[in-house]
């Protein structure tokens, strides 16, 4: 009998991490499906609060349902505008700027042997290979373009989403036993989810906005383009500002030479550090509930299931996991992996919050905002 009790523990890790794995398997084979459907999840839940803040100023919600998946549509309209025209020109003189790259390439390898090292040529350029690195830019950046013809039925899915938002607690009240604690988990998601992308979203204008203006009075060609890549890939944490910065580093090389890349480069670590490690801290505040060494694994885990949207949504989808490691007891254990060191956290005011401030708290009928429930009853 001992022997089956003492089996029972293993058994239930192995089945565990066969379920783990066969449902990281079924994303990854799903992604084409699950990708607009996870950027709809988060794009409602970032679109929630403005709906329900126009509802409570007088609006119908139909009304405010409109006006909100208009804005959502503008600012992808104005995306496109911003990097269609440019996007287009890049990819088709790409040829000329490889040529000009592998020319640059080939100068470098004779100078190099001047000095009396003698390279390679293969081996140098699949030690650089610059024409690659504008390749991929370029790829990544059509890219982009692909997700938008899934435009319709991510708006389509956002507008079901906010339409059953408003009585999502009230199923929750009928399904759940103990729904005031999970009412307090589920306001500690949601709060955390917008919080970041409210932040990372400003942060990111910014970035955008301060690079491109920087390249515009180097004089670099195309500065709105490389101002809408870094605002992008600003949400790819740890690695996306240096990959924004090499293609419009190797275009400053070739149009400006030398000196003008410097001044690029010089532009983006500027600004990445000013915004990274100055403005973005201040507002981030307690910070995002996890270990640098989670966010740069669930960058590349991601990455790896999702594709390049998984990338962008690494952070979001690791911190929804971490609260759900947190809400309940067996597995608070793996939620504190997840996060950052104790120490840190106290130093910073407290790591994830325990309770949620009151975000859907205020739509449940009978429970006043500011009276959220007492997670541990």
């Known amino acids: 009998?001992?022997?089956?009790?003492?089996?029972?523990?293993?058994?239930?890790?192995?089945?565990?991490?066969?379920?783990?794995?066969?449902?990281?398997?079924?994303?990854?084979?799903?992604?084409?499906?699950?990708?607009?459907?996870?950027?709809?999840?988060?794009?409602?839940?970032?679109a929630a609060p403005a709906m329900f803040h126009l509802c409570r100023r007088g609006l119908p919600a139909p009304l405010a349902l409109v006006l909100v998946i208009l804005g959502i549509f503008s600012a992808g309209m104005l995306l496109g505008v911003l990097v269609g025209g440019s996007?287009?020109?890049?990819?088709?003189?790409?040829?000329?700027?490889?040529?000009?790259?592998?020319?640059?390439?080939?100068?470098?390898?004779?100078w190099l042997q001047g000095l009396g090292l003698p390279l390679p040529e293969q081996a140098l350029g699949n030690l650089l290979?610059?024409?690659?690195?504008?390749?991929?830019?370029?790829?990544?950046?059509s890219s982009l373009g692909s997700l938008l013809t899934n435009t319709f039925l991510i708006l389509l899915t956002v507008v079901f989403i906010l339409l059953e938002a408003s009585s999502f607690p009230g199923k929750l009240r009928l399904i759940l036993s103990d729904f005031d604690r999970s009412i307090v988990h589920f306001d500690r998601f949601t709060d955390?989810?917008?919080?970041?992308?409210?932040?990372?979203?400003?942060?990111?204008?910014?970035?955008?906005?301060?690079?491109?203006?920087?390249?515009?009075?180097?004089?670099?060609?195309?500065p709105l383009l490389w101002g809408v890549l870094a605002f992008l890939l600003n949400y790819v944490p740890n690695i996306g500002s240096i990959i924004a910065a090499v293609p419009a580093v190797l275009l400053a090389l070739i149009q400006?030479?030398?000196?003008?890349?410097?001044?690029?480069?010089?532009?983006?670590?500027?600004?990445?550090?000013?915004v990274g490690n100055v403005i973005e801290p201040r507002f981030m505040g307690r910070g995002l509930g996890l270990s640098s060494l989670v966010v740069f694994l669930s960058l590349v885990f991601w990455g790896w299931v999702l594709g390049s949207v998984g990338m962008f949504l690494s952070v979001p989808l690791t911190m929804t996991i971490k609260i759900a490691l947190d809400s309940h007891e067996r597995t608070r254990w793996l939620a504190v992996l997840l996060g950052p060191d104790p120490d840190d956290a106290e130093d910073r005011g407290g790591g994830t919050p325990?309770?949620?401030?009151?975000?859907?708290?205020?739509?449940?009928?009978?429970?006043?905002?500011?009276?959220?429930?007492?997670p541990e009853r």
């Not at 290979?129 to 950046?141: I, K, V």
């Open 256 to 274: 400006l030479g030398s000196g003008g890349a410097l001044w690029c480069a010089a532009g983006f670590l500027l600004v990445n550090n000013l």
């Open 87 to 110: 996007l287009d020109d890049f990819s088709a003189r790409l040829p000329e700027y490889q040529a000009k790259l592998k020319s640059q390439t080939t100068q470098l390898l004779q």
């Open 192 to 222: 955390n989810i917008k919080r970041y992308m409210a932040i990372k979203s400003a942060t990111s204008l910014l970035t955008g906005a301060a690079i491109a203006l920087w390249l515009w009075a180097v004089g670099l060609d195309y």
């Open 129 to 141: 290979d610059p024409a690659r690195a504008m390749a991929m830019a370029a790829q990544g950046l």
């Open 354 to 374: 325990t309770a949620a401030p009151p975000g859907m708290l205020k739509w449940l009928p009978g429970r006043a905002p500011g009276n959220p429930p007492d």
């Open 1 to 46: 009998m001992d022997g089956h009790s003492d089996a029972r523990p293993h058994t239930s890790l192995l089945l565990s991490l066969a379920a783990f794995v066969i449902v990281v398997a079924g994303m990854r084979e799903a992604q084409a499906l699950l990708v607009p459907f996870l950027l709809a999840g988060f794009i409602a839940i970032v």
